[in-house]
């Protein structure tokens, strides 16, 4: 384990601003959802802390991306594993893996995205997504062939919540690894093997 470059602040030390927001944040993304026992992102939260104003703005941006987003939640995941699994974004990987098998993901096809998206047993809209994923990823926007068939399938809204959210996911991966946010101990049984 690495150390934290930016080192997360305990809750009892954040602006009473950034409190208030989370108090209202937590409450409108829980929805019906109970995450008792479920990893908190702590680290995460607490690392954002050390900065109310940018914590608030990521978050409201990123709330829109995971419960106002226009894609289904299996679609959001997949695009994020992806991401995380490309950007070695251990942090980000583990708390999608919870959020993916919320979604309707299998631990195979979670296990399976790290392979991308030639890997047999992909339908063809998730071999899609995958490739629009790797594109975004590596070469900074979606390819005309891909772009066609993720257009065969969905709206335009739809596609820009794709991009959006492959592109909020590269920014996070890019912010943890490069804070050296550390996961939580409950999330460490979650982490990717790496051979």
Do not use: C
Not at 39 to 52: D, E, F, I, Q, S
Not at 89 to 118: C, F, K, N
Not at 122 to 130: A, H, I, K, V
Not at 165 to 180: D, H, I, M, N, S
Request: glycine share 8%; net charge negative; hydrophobic share 45%.
């Amino acid at each position: 384990m690495r150390m934290a470059r930016i080192a997360p602040i305990s809750r009892r030390e954040w602006a009473p601003k950034l409190v208030t927001y989370m108090s209202e944040y937590r409450a409108k993304v829980k929805g019906d959802r109970n995450n008792e026992g479920r990893p908190g992102g702590a680290n995460l939260l607490g690392t954002l802390a050390v900065h109310p104003d940018l914590a608030r703005s990521f978050l409201e941006f990123n709330g829109h991306i995971l419960y106002g987003a226009t894609i289904s939640a299996r679609v959001r995941e997949l695009l994020v594993l992806r991401v995380a699994s490309v950007r070695q974004a251990d942090y980000e990987w583990a708390q999608h893996t919870l959020l993916a098998g919320d979604a309707g993901l299998t631990p195979e096809e979670i296990a399976r995205v790290t392979d991308g998206p030639d890997a047999v047993g992909w339908s063809p809209s998730d071999r899609s997504l995958l490739r629009a994923a790797d594109e975004m990823v590596f070469d900074g926007f979606v390819s005309a062939p891909t772009w066609q068939e993720l257009a065969a399938e969905y709206d335009d809204r739809q596609l820009m919540d794709i991009v959006f959210t492959v592109g909020a996911y590269e920014l996070l991966a890019k912010a943890l690894r490069t804070f050296g946010v550390e996961p939580e101990p409950d999330l460490v049984p979650y982490l990717p093997v790496r051979g």
